[in-house]
Each structure stands twice: as C-alpha cells, then as structure tokens.
C-alpha cells in the first residue's frame, strides 16, 4: 500500500506543469501557458513597461506583455542603493527595452510580482 502512494504521489508530482516549467520565459509565455512557478528560479525575458523607485527604495521595473498584461518585478535597496555601476545601468533602462531578469515570483494570482535577483541584460 505504501508503495502505491508513493507511486502515485509521484504520478501526481511529475505530471504537475510547474515541475517541467522552464528555466527561461517571456512575458508573453507566462500568460499565455498560465503555469505557476512558484518561488522557482526562473530568468524572465520581457519589454520594459515603466520603471520607477518605491517609498522604500526598491528599483521596480514593469515588463508588458503584447496584451497589455504586467508583470511588476522589483530588485531591493541592498542590490543597487550603494552601488554607482548598478544605479547607472538601472537608470540606462527606458521603455521598450527587452530585459533579462534572474529571480522567482513573489505573488501570482491577478497581480504578477516578481523578486529580482540579477540584471541578467
């Protein structure tokens, strides 16, 4: 019985479409395949919307989709407020630029938010 469980757990997991996500997405595939990632470290490849610095200092970047769907990905204070090199690349970004982001989504229901790791490009 044990062993029916754990095969069919394992059915279960592997069949699940998160496991087989890919490592690299764009905007557009996100919500196209409607696949949940999760806290998965993806690189996330999208148009640049509208950037912007929040309340608490957290450099936040819009990525659009050809629908007009957003994705909200914002990189923390730590990775780019002491760091001159960092600050002028993130300032070097303008709307309609394609980005490369590495990170994992933070929320993903309704109001896509994703943790930016690295400027991949």
């Known amino acids: 019985m044990k062993k029916l ?5 394992s059915l ?3 069949s699940s479409p998160s496991v087989f996500a890919e490592n690299k997405i764009t905007v557009d595939d996100y919500f196209k395949d409607g ?9 996330l490849v999208g148009e640049v919307e509208d950037t912007w610095v929040t309340i608490i200092d957290e450099f936040g970047i819009d990525l659009v989709s050809k629908n007009g769907k957003i994705i909200s990905a914002f990189l923390t204070q730590d990775k780019w407020k002491n760091d ?7 300032n ?20 896509p938010v994703f943790n930016i790791l690295k400027i991949l490009e």
């Open 84 to 90: 001159d090199s960092m600050t002028e690349k993130l």
């Open 5 to 9: 469980l754990i095969l069919l757990f």
């Open 92 to 111: 070097s970004i303008k709307m309609g630029d394609l980005i490369k982001l590495k990170g994992h989504f933070l929320i993903e229901m309704g109001f």
């Open 35 to 43: 696949i949940s990632y999760g806290s998965q470290r993806i690189t």
């Open 12 to 14: 279960f997991f592997l």
